[in-house]
């Protein structure tokens, strides 16, 4: 008889069936995924491990051992500037445009240094923010390194998983074959390569906010906010309230923003990127885009801990966005 594979033990305890199958442990989470990053898996072995945590739902301490996993296979520049805020962006955008694009310029024009990290084409349909930063005129970067002189020279860099990790990227990738949505959408989310003391994410899935708060914890993050955010990107809607459910130093907090209109608007009928520049240069005053980058911007300066009530927080916002540099496109133009 053949000699099992070592990583059959991983599938196996999450497949012994509705009696025998468990959550894996923390060290266990870890270890499973340091094969898979390693290539030490074979695809039947990495199809049925993701299909298995997919239809059970990985656990905090099963997202606390795959990130740490993962972090430990990328390597930082030592000499990366102090990065502020870490914002993901791997849902894309199908009923609006990505007006939380323009929250993230206009929070780095203002001196906050972010990293943003997305993926883009794995869901037909959609608009990537990879493609959006591009047609704008912003070039994403394609190394941590470059990252981090961008964000020195700017206060702003994306970069997408294909360069961040080109394994996540592989997997993510798989999307179309499975049919289905794997846990590397939620370990790509949660990554803050970084280090970050500030974390921005948005989920599609309601009940997964409170599962990217109990992991943050496990993970030492001081400061979090997670919202159900515009196609699953971090956006608030203007037009209705927002549950904002966030960690601060070891405690987690929910709270209720209230909806900045009274009225709902007609999603746009295409999706024109060039409306996000001229929103920027004052020609569109758009009034659900603008809602959405000053509501979302006040979500972050209020995480952010630069005030500490949210009616001040969208006061700061809206001041941030009248006084924008309208002739600088952004942080990186």
């Known amino acids: ?16 069936g509705k009696n025998g199958s468990r959550p894996l ?24 491990f993701l299909m298995l945590m997919r239809v059970k739902e990985e656990t905090p301490e099963e997202l606390a051992g795959f990130i740490r996993a993962v972090k430990e296979s990328l390597v930082i520049p030592e000499n990366a500037p ?38 883009s084409g794995h869901t037909a349909g959609r608009l990537y923010t990879k493609d959006v930063l591009a047609a704008l005129g912003i070039t994403p970067c394609t190394s941590l390194q470059e990252s981090a002189q961008r964000i020195r020279e700017t ?15 592989e997997i993510i990738e798989l999307r179309p074959l499975l049919g289905l949505r794997s846990p590397v959408h939620t370990i790509a989310r949660m990554l803050n390569p970084f280090d970050a003391p500030y974390v921005m994410q948005g989920i599609f899935h309601p009940g997964y906010r409170p599962m990217h708060q109990e992991a943050a914890l496990l993970l030492g993050q001081p400061h979090l906010a997670v919202i159900k955010g515009d196609g ?13 459910q966030s ?3 070891g405690k987690m907090i929910d709270e209720e923003w209230p909806a900045l209109y009274n009225k709902r608007h007609v999603k746009d009928a295409e999706l024109n990127v060039q409306r996000l520049r001229d929103a920027w240069e004052g020609k569109d005053d758009d009034e659900y885009g603008i809602g959405a980058v ?12 630069r005030t500490g009530n949210m009616a001040d927080a969208e006061t700061q916002a809206r001041a941030l966005w009248e006084a924008r540099n309208k002739g600088k496109f952004g942080a990186a133009a």
């Open 1 to 16: 008889m053949s000699q099992e594979h070592p990583f059959a033990q991983y599938v196996r305890i999450l497949g012994k």
């Open 25 to 48: 442990t923390r060290d266990e989470a870890y270890a499973a995924f340091r094969m898979i990053l390693a290539g030490e898996v074979l695809p039947e072995q990495l199809g049925a």
């Open 82 to 119: 102090k990065i502020h805020l870490d914002w993901s962006s791997y849902a894309g955008k199908r009923r609006h445009l990505p007006w939380f694009i323009l929250a993230t310029l206009l929070l780095a024009q203002n001196g906050v240094n972010i990293f943003m990290h997305g993926a």
């Open 155 to 169: 206060g702003f860099a994306y970069l997408d998983l294909e360069y961040l990790s080109p394994k996540l990227h």
């Open 232 to 244: 699953g990107e971090i956006e608030r809607d203007p037009d209705a309230p927002c549950l904002v």
């Open 247 to 249: 960690v601060h130093d």
């Open 294 to 305: 000053i509501g979302t911007t006040a979500i972050a300066l209020k995480m952010m801990g």
